[in-house]
């Protein structure tokens, strides 16, 4: 009997999910347990198994198109066995296509022992990718090159991210090392692997086209998203400004105790805690807009930006108030490495009542954020600069002290001013006398 593969439900309130690739043609024999394709929801691509081994058939959606959830996407034959009449009649798929990676260069540097190999497998030495001294190939690449080329293509250690890309740069996932966990490619690989593009002079004396960046899957949604917030919220900012000395000289007291790295207390883990003692003398910031009421959430799941190649996720920090900052560290880590890892769960992402946007690392002092909705309130963080300070004494001595700002987006069908500018002075309180934190 022929056994139906349906669209996955991963999530308690998901609706449908976004096919961004077959990973196996129609007609191809596989085995059960293999991906079959790639389908994106909330922000996280999904591999969809073979439930069972015999012969994919009867796929009835293209790369692209929304399917609500159990929904049948195609079946599982057995040799001999025919399709259920009501699937016989389905819209043509067209093969999937691999098309060989361009050459990045004619100019490839190889070890000695490394040309036999090249010589006796028929290599092109241009698809090796070395890890040798300055980019020389040596024995061993050609070797693990070797071993990817025998791996069926369904088989490939790759992220969905960096089988999307490779489809898109046209690049053979099977020349290339991969970076993550136990050579899992990541998308950073294909995008590294891919030749110097050319540019496309556009007709009509537009502007020359670098890249096609498909709309689909995160990047949709991404923009769905943010166009509703700014579209359907009336976001009113305010910025504060925060002395961080007490803080960094609290963190750098507690790290000098803590031995395991993942568990070092990092400046964004304090503001997550002192956000949370924030929040529960303002509960009004951890609310969403409902229609015709707004819901005031007694959870402060916190979520954490994280910026991924594909666009920015979300990862929730579940019960936030209600764990230590070195609890909160170690979480942020998990977080951030399975974010970076594509290994993210829907629960991971759903949930979240307040979120946090970190850009300090990269140096920015200030920035606005749009909220990330149905919340109704979102802080953004620059970053920790020196600035010199009038001291709060009557000679106003002027001292140097490490300064931070924060900005505060909130929806002001939600909270007035006042509410939102209660909420930032109580961060700064806390921060400026972190002693509560711990």
């Known amino acids: ?156 250690k790759a992220t969905p991210a960096a089988r999307r890309v490779g489809k898109e740069l046209q690049v053979d996932l099977h020349g290339i090392t991969g970076s993550g966990p136990e050579g899992r490619i990541q998308a950073t690989d294909v995008s590294l692997r891919k030749a110097t593009p050319v540019i496309q002079k556009a007709p009509g004396g537009l502007p020359g086209v670098l890249k096609e960046i498909p709309l689909i899957g995160m990047r949709r949604m991404i923009a769905d998203n943010m166009a509703r917030s700014m579209r359907e919220a009336p976001h009113m900012t305010l910025q504060i400004d925060v002395q961080m000395d007490a803080v960094e000289a609290l963190r750098k007291s507690a790290n000098e105790k803590i031995t395991e790295k993942n568990s070092r207390i990092s400046a964004t883990a304090v503001i997550v805690k002192a956000v949370t003692l924030a929040i529960k003398k303002n509960p009004i910031v951890n609310s969403q807009f409902a229609s015709e009421k707004i819901l005031v959430f007694s959870d402060i799941n916190i979520g954490v930006a994280t910026a991924l190649e594909e666009g920015l996720i979300v990862p929730v920090i579940h019960a936030a108030d209600q764990r230590t900052v070195s609890q909160i560290s170690i979480v942020l880590n998990d977080l ?23 850009l300090g690392m990269f140096g920015i002092d200030r920035f606005t954020a749009i909220i990330n909705p149905p919340q109704s309130a979102i802080l953004a963080v620059g970053a920790i600069k020196r600035q010199m300070v009038p001291d709060d004494t009557e000679d106003q001595v002027i001292r140097i002290k490490k300064m931070l700002t924060f900005t505060l987006s909130a929806d002001h069908r939600v909270m007035d001013g006042v509410q939102a500018a209660y909420f930032l002075a109580e961060l700064r309180n806390i921060l400026e006398k972190p002693e509560e934190l711990v």
């Open 336 to 358: 951030a490495l399975r974010a970076r890892e594509n290994k993210l769960k829907p629960e991971d992402l759903a949930n979240g009542t307040f979120t946090i946007s970190n």
């Open 1 to 156: 009997m022929a056994k139906e593969i349906i669209m996955p439900k991963f999530g308690f309130t998901q609706e449908n999910s976004e096919i961004l690739e077959w990973l196996k043609k129609e007609g191809e024999k596989v085995e059960k347990g293999d991906p079959i394709a790639v389908v994106s929801t909330d922000k996280i691509s999904m591999e969809v198994e073979a439930p069972e081994t015999g012969i994919l058939s009867g796929i009835s959606h293209k790369v692209g198109e929304i399917v609500p959830v159990t929904e049948i996407i195609a079946y599982i034959l057995q040799p001999g066995e025919a399709l259920p009449e009501a699937s016989s009649k389905k819209p043509e798929i067209a093969p999937a296509k691999v098309e060989a990676a361009p050459q990045v260069s004619s100019i490839v540097k190889i070890s000695p022992l490394a040309v036999k190999l090249i010589e006796e497998h028929q290599i092109n030495a241009a698809e090796l990718t070395g890890t040798g001294a300055r980019g020389q190939v040596s024995r061993k690449d050609v070797e693990d090159f070797l071993a990817r080329r025998s791996t069926p293509e369904g088989k490939i």
